[in-house]
């Protein structure tokens, strides 16, 4: 007996369950809608396969043998995984099992893709979301080589020719300096960019947009960068800083907004903002799975973008948003 030759084929399995749990070739036929002979062969062969009887004629049908019973229980166990396999390959086709990867920028982390993430999960619980956080310099060659499904965060304008990704645009965000509750700049109400300069300053890194936008900024206005300074991309380390000293640093406003323990300063800083978005490559077909976290990703925005007294956002330079 080799029942791994190639002989044994699915549907003698589902024959020899149909035949058990009715006791009869006839109405296991009927079940499987197969006619008679067709069943009658099947079973044939599938006792030529195990080389053994498995069931006996009685007068009311048919009777496994203990080879049978031994079989039924094995076949059982198959034809239960089969039916998960299937389940499974639903669930991944519907977006309902899988993995979405994502990288994220420092603002698409604060607010929005957590409350994306979050609908996302109680909608496709069996859905596994995995998040990244990175720089542009790292997380758009993980994109591109298909490490990651998406990158949320700060976007710029219409990707170049040629750069193989494509992006929409989600809300626009102000940027403000941000301190501790009780920092000593608070007393100040009419405190100004020059004032906060004599204090300790968490940057953003190099490689970043706000980080040039900053730059630009102190020149157009006369001032050097911050020596005294921390350069940093972690919202979690830059909060703990911020609370354990009087650093200032630069925060989106929506992070600022549900923080009780950090306050922003009054000062305008009207050049430098982030307009906030998705980045994919341009020509990968997108998962179910990454469909339906885009999906919650524009509702969340479409709430966040109306509190930040925003309009529907449409991308500079590229096409509108499908």
């Known amino acids: 007996m080799d029942l791994l030759d190639g002989r044994l084929k699915f549907r003698h399995l589902t024959l020899l369950l149909a035949v058990f749990e009715h006791g009869s070739v006839v109405r ?20 030529a396969i195990a080389e053994l009887p498995l069931f006996t004629r009685v007068p009311r049908g048919m009777r496994p043998t203990v080879y049978g019973e031994a079989l039924v229980a094995h076949a059982r166990a198959v034809v239960a995984e089969v039916r998960r396999a299937e389940e499974h390959l639903t669930g991944l086709r519907q977006g309902q099992d899988g993995t979405v990867t994502v990288g994220t920028l420092l603002a698409g982390a604060n607010v929005l893709l957590p409350r994306a993430v979050a609908r996302l999960k109680r909608e496709r619980p069996r859905l596994t979301v995995v998040v990244r956080e990175g720089t542009p310099d790292v997380l758009h060659p993980a994109l591109l080589g298909g490490e990651l499904d998406v990158i949320v965060g700060r976007v710029g304008g219409a990707p170049a020719e040629g750069e193989k990704v494509r ?156």
């Open 167 to 322: 992006q929409r645009m989600l809300y626009r965000e102000p940027i403000r300096l941000a301190v501790r509750s009780g920092h000593p700049l608070l007393a100040e109400r009419t405190a100004t960019l020059t004032d906060a300069l004599g204090f300790p300053w968490i940057l953003p890194v190099e490689q970043t947009a706000l980080r040039h936008e900053l730059g630009a900024l102190l020149v157009d206005r006369g001032f050097s960068p911050p020596a005294d300074r921390v350069e940093c991309t972690s919202i979690l380390t830059m909060r703990a800083l911020l609370l354990q000293t009087d650093m200032v640093a630069l925060l989106p406003e929506l992070v600022l907004r549900d923080d009780e323990h950090l306050a922003a300063l009054p000062v305008e800083l009207p050049s430098v903002g982030r307009t906030v978005g998705v980045t994919e490559a341009a020509h990968r077909t997108r998962t179910p799975a990454l469909a339906a976290l885009l999906h919650h990703l524009d509702e969340e925005a479409a709430v966040l973008r109306e509190s930040l007294g925003g309009g529907p956002l449409r991308p500079e330079g590229g096409p509108a948003a499908p």
């Open 28 to 47: 296991a036929a009927e079940t499987l809608h197969l006619t008679q002979p067709a069943a009658t062969r099947t079973l044939r062969e599938l006792e």
